[in-house]
């Protein structure tokens, strides 16, 4: 009896170990929804079952894990200049690199486990320095170019193996090609942002610069990521073009798959005229003018017809936004019941993801009405109220007209709540 319970004791350790070393492996894979699930290839964790690499993952994963934390170095770049940036990651790899170099069972590692970890650490810095002039360029639409890295920081890259599929299981290099395209084509373009009038040909443009820079498997990876990452984004008949081109690749049946049930609805849309922006004291067009609530439904103004409407658009990553939000808070408080029935305080989020978007809900817990407007700064909701920087803040009165379409902030208190009882009097 004592015998088979110790066994049991012993099996159930070892699941254990199994499932933390999934886990470990998750970790060090970064945390990108799309990126990870779309990618069709052997899992890290059914290549290396040592014990001495599971040691090794654990401990470098305690010690690294927030350096591969995508979602929160992509926070942290927005408020970091770029030589601090770089040389913070030049730093960050070198730590990593010692301590892989000096564990002490190092020499029990496999040949592909050793690849394994060095890429990782290799293409996780070229991975968040590409990313650095991207992601901040896209957050200040106000800007019509993008910030061109210095070619001293960037001249290591022509030395490396852009184009390595052994290393595809390794999630920051595959993290590493979709920045890879995406900067290096706008360097091909003088680093000027897609416009209205041409952003048709944004999707078209990466796609060839990834088929004259890429091979294989690194090559049909870089355009299924390209595919899930805009398709919500782009315009349905561009998407439509760069599937076209996937499914003429060689061998690339499971991606098209993939994609096809990611951005099937997306390229069945016709692609939408460029949108007038709303002028003031104009109806607000219902049928233009529409989002998702946190059900999924379609939402137009109608939905709040004779109700005055504070319309805050915000997103999880801006910091200005959330620092109103405590303002925003004060300001329904001071509603009677009565004036809560007369107005709407409307918080349109322009986050990239649904889930970044109900990610941060869960967390802010704001008061009134929510909503998602797809698209980032190419939504709908951007381009009908030409917002180019956020926070923005617009009153529309009971009758669905815009009567300021750059509203006070909820911070400017008394000032705004004069704004508001205004409108409910009109």
């Not at 896209?138 to 001293?152: F, G, H, R, V």
């Not at 390794?170 to 395209?181: Q, S």
């Not at 990876?221 to 984004?233: G, I, M, P, S, T």
Request: hydrophobic letters at 40%; proline letters at 5%.
């Amino acid at each position: 009896m004592f015998a088979d319970n110790r066994h049991e004791t012993i099996l159930t350790n070892k699941l254990m170990n199994v499932f933390r070393f999934v886990l470990l492996l998750c970790f060090l894979g970064l945390q990108q929804g799309f990126a990870q699930s779309i990618y069709q290839g052997p899992k890290p964790e059914t290549l290396f079952t040592t014990v001495a690499e599971q040691a090794f993952l654990t401990d470098f994963t305690a010690k690294f894990k927030t350096d591969f934390d995508a979602t929160s170095q992509y926070a942290k770049l927005q408020t970091t200049g770029l030589d601090a940036w770089e040389m913070g990651l030049f730093d960050t790899r070198k730590a990593q690199s010692a301590f892989y170099k000096s564990y002490p069972q190092a020499s029990q590692f496999s040949a592909a486990f050793n690849k394994y970890v060095e890429a990782c650490i290799r293409w996780n810095y070229w991975h968040l320095l590409l990313a650095y002039p991207i992601i901040r360029g896209n957050t200040q639409a106000t800007l019509s170019s993008l910030m061109s890295l210095p070619s001293i920081m960037v001249e290591e890259l022509a030395t490396l193996p852009v184009n390595d599929e052994t290393v595809l299981p390794a999630e920051p290099y595959r993290n590493f090609l979709f920045f890879y395209v995406t900067y290096f084509n706008s360097k091909a373009r003088n680093f000027v942002k897609y416009t209205p009038t041409d952003i048709q040909n944004s999707m078209t443009d990466k796609a060839t610069f990834a088929n004259q820079h890429l091979t294989g498997k690194p090559y049909r990876y870089a355009l299924a990521r390209l595919l899930v990452e805009n398709c919500d984004k782009a315009t349905p008949s561009s998407v439509r073009d760069v599937f076209g081109i996937l499914g003429k690749t060689p061998s690339s049946a499971e991606y098209v798959a993939v994609v096809k049930a990611r951005c099937g609805e997306a390229m069945s849309r016709k692609d939408e005229p460029v949108v007038a922006v709303a002028d003031k004291k104009k109806p607000v067009d219902p049928n233009v003018f529409s989002f998702a609530n946190q059900n999924g439904e379609s939402v137009t103004l109608d939905d709040f017809k004779g109700k005055v409407i504070y319309l805050d658009v915000w997103a999880s990553w801006c910091g200005p936004c959330r620092a109103e939000f405590p303002f925003s808070r004060q300001l329904h408080e001071r509603l009677t019941k009565k004036q809560k029935e007369q107005v709407v305080f409307l918080y349109l989020s322009i986050d990239d993801t649904e889930a970044a978007w109900k990610k941060a809900l869960n967390t802010l817990q704001l008061p009134g009405e929510q909503g998602w407007s797809k698209g980032g700064w190419l939504s709908r909701t951007a381009k009908y109220f030409d917002i180019k920087s956020i926070p923005r803040y617009i009153l529309i009165n009971k009758t669905g007209q815009v009567a300021d379409s750059d509203a006070k902030r909820p911070s400017m208190a008394d000032a705004i709540w004069q704004d508001i009882l205004k409108l409910m009097n009109e």
